[in-house]
């Protein structure tokens, strides 16, 4: 079993049962399994209490956003709405109010305790790209369920201007989470 970090002790030193992970955990997940990437996962990926999204190797432009529903992987509907690819190993345009559906090098294998959610790092925002996180099987955007195994996608759309991308951009980041934290309004006040 792994060591207690300070981090996730409570303010009387016992072990918190849920709440976002810190990055000495998202390396434990990583080193695990839990987290992994089909390409090796670079220390500057990981932030204070997230992990950092690569883009993968291909972007498929659709018709619209979507989401696949319980029981349908995102392959499944990108095969049917699906309009083209586009290669994004040396570098590729996503047009200015596009959608497009780009695979990421990270997927998941969590155990039931995990679950996670996702944002746009604070710089896609800037650039007004909009951009969420999918996951097979699912009806919500920017969430993942507790076990879930499989891949991971981002639903991009730039909004202002087209963006060049390429594989290995970072557009949004994951929050992996322990448990259901349940905290009351006047604990937060207390523990502020």
């Known amino acids: 079993m792994t060591q207690i970090t300070a981090a996730e002790q409570g303010p009387e030193g016992a072990e918190r049962n849920s709440g976002v992970l810190p990055s000495q955990r998202l390396r434990t997940l990583i080193a695990d399994g839990e987290i992994a990437g089909a390409r090796e996962i670079d220390d500057a990926q990981i932030q204070p209490a997230s992990i950092d999204l690569r ?27 699906g309009q083209y690819s586009i290669d994004l190993t040396e570098g590729a345009v996503l047009e ?36 969420r996180l999918i996951t097979d099987h699912s009806g919500e955007f920017d969430r993942v369920a507790p076990g879930y195994h499989g891949p991971l996608y981002a639903e991009i759309s730039p909004r202002t201007f087209s963006i060049r991308v390429r594989t290995g951009t970072r557009l949004s980041q994951l929050r992996v989470r322990r448990g259901a934290p349940k905290r009351s309004e006047a604990a937060l006040r207390r523990l502020h």
């Open 55 to 81: 883009l993968g190797t291909v972007a498929h432009r659709v018709q619209a956003s979507f989401l696949p529903g319980p029981g349908y992987p995102v392959a499944e509907k990108i095969e049917r709405y």
């Open 96 to 131: 200015r109010g596009a959608v497009y559906i780009v695979p990421l090098l990270e997927s998941l294998k969590l155990s039931q305790r995990h679950s996670a959610i996702t944002n746009p790092k604070s710089s896609t925002g800037r650039l007004d790209i909009f951009t």
